[in-house]
């Protein structure tokens, strides 16, 4: 267990809703850097969030958006789903300073139909 | 920009067998790290092992080492004696050492791994 949570576990969603996920950063960890895992893929890196705001973004649509709370929580929201958008999310969170200690959540599957 | 590669999609061994997983890489960078990550069916991403570059010496984890070679941009995980926990796809992952901005892991597409008793 590395103390990183992500809610809901499982999701299923239609083309063209949004979709919000959630991750509680482990205690003390103040930068969450969210990742989009394909059906058999490695993880695609989709940005990053410290203190509260953008630190990095890869190469993603502005749909994809994310927010970070005061309280080291944070969220992943996608508007306008699409069929490509069906994988494993997963948060990840590390110290200030110790940015090769990534701790992973357990992902969302989400299900685009 | 960087890639990772690992060319083994599938690998399977006998329970209490040695087993390595390759994995090359491509950067223009000269100070990075290095990640074997194991994800189980629980889909939880475990970090098994780092390996900082500038560091010539071969990390170590218990059963698990690697083996660094920087000048051939490569860097395999050797399992000794393999359990049947260690069943799970491998990623390996590197990362940029003192970037200002997103500290980001690139990926491999990953190696999945059976222990058979």
């Known amino acids: 267990e590395t103390g990183v949570t992500q809610s809901p576990t499982h999701l299923i969603k239609t083309r063209g809703q949004q979709v919000t996920l959630r991750c509680s950063s482990q205690?003390?960890?103040?930068?969450v850097s969210w990742y989009q895992q394909a059906l058999g893929q490695g993880p695609q890196f989709i940005f990053q969030y410290y203190r509260e705001e953008e630190n990095g973004r890869g190469n993603f649509p502005p749909r994809f958006s994310g927010l970070q709370f005061p309280n080291y929580s944070s969220e992943l929201n996608v508007n306008a789903l699409e069929l490509d958008d069906s994988a494993l999310y997963l948060c990840?969170?590390?110290?200030?300073?110790?940015?090769?200690?990534?701790?992973f959540g357990p992902g969302t599957r989400l299900t685009v139909t | 920009a960087q890639t990772v590669t690992q060319s083994q999609p599938e690998m399977s061994v006998q329970e209490a067998e040695t087993v390595t997983l390759s994995c090359t890489y491509d950067t223009s960078e000269s100070n990075y790290y290095l990640f074997w990550y194991k994800q189980p069916p629980s889909r939880q991403m475990i970090l098994v092992i780092r390996?900082?570059?500038?560091?010539?010496q071969n990390a170590t984890e218990n059963r698990f080492s690697v083996n660094f070679q920087k000048a051939a941009k490569s860097f395999s995980l050797k399992i000794s004696d393999s359990q049947l926990g260690d069943t799970a796809m491998y990623f390996c992952a590197f990362m940029k050492h003192g970037d200002w901005g997103a500290q980001k892991l690139v990926f491999g597409q990953g190696t999945r791994l059976t222990i058979n008793p």
């Open positions: 390996q900082e570059a500038y560091k010539q």
């Open positions: 990840a969170s590390h110290p200030t300073g110790y940015h090769y200690e990534q701790y």
């Open positions: 205690s003390g960890h103040n930068t």
